[in-house]
């Protein structure tokens, strides 16, 4: 009875492993994520600053959604999800333009075999290491987005995917622009009623 139990308890563990679907979302020099704060153009010699103090560090994330989910709408398009842990930009200057310990990222939501649709979000705020909500709360300094891509989830039989490439599905790198240069729809669209509400005030007086 005891090595049933055990023998059960084995395969429930096992099958929970592979409950949760995985991606790998590590970059390469191929897929260079590159930093453009005054919107002028980023050039390949550009690249992300050498992590060397809290004014070069970039933190991203890998938001995920079902298969077929349009591009996001904005940074409070609640359609995405981040699920994995955070990851900063390389401490290596061989390694500049591409993320350190990305590693494989899991989604208990989201099962082995199940397509969905990704994005990686890149950003800089004034403290290094905050999290995405934190990061939006504080204001952006730099941020970007990757291109839409759509995958298979890996785990158990299914071979892990690789979120960033030049295939079908995959996306390449993006580029960090200052928050000054491209304003989010959000903030043109409230700064509008502002202008429009200054005028009807004024014509009212």
Known sequence: MKKLLTLTLLLGVTAASFGQGVVNWV?????????DPDGAGAQPSVNLPVKTDASTSYDFGLFIAPAGT?????????????????????TAAAGAGRMFNGGTASSATY??????????????????????????????????????????????????PSAFGVAAGQVGGFTLIGSGVVPEPSSMALAGLGAASMLLFRRRK
């Open 27 to 35: 970059n390469t020099s191929s897929t260079l994520i590159l930093l």
């Open 70 to 90: 349009a591009a996001p709408s904005g940074i409070n398009d609640p359609a995405w999800t981040l699920v994995t842990a955070y990851t900063g930009n390389s």
């Open 111 to 160: 099962t082995p075999g199940t397509s969905v649709a990704f994005i990686v979000r890149g950003w800089q705020t004034s403290v290094p290491g905050s999290t995405w909500d934190a990061a939006k709360a504080l204001g952006f300094s730099a941020l970007g987005t990757s291109s839409l891509g759509s995958l298979i989830m890996g785990g158990g039989a299914f071979p892990i």
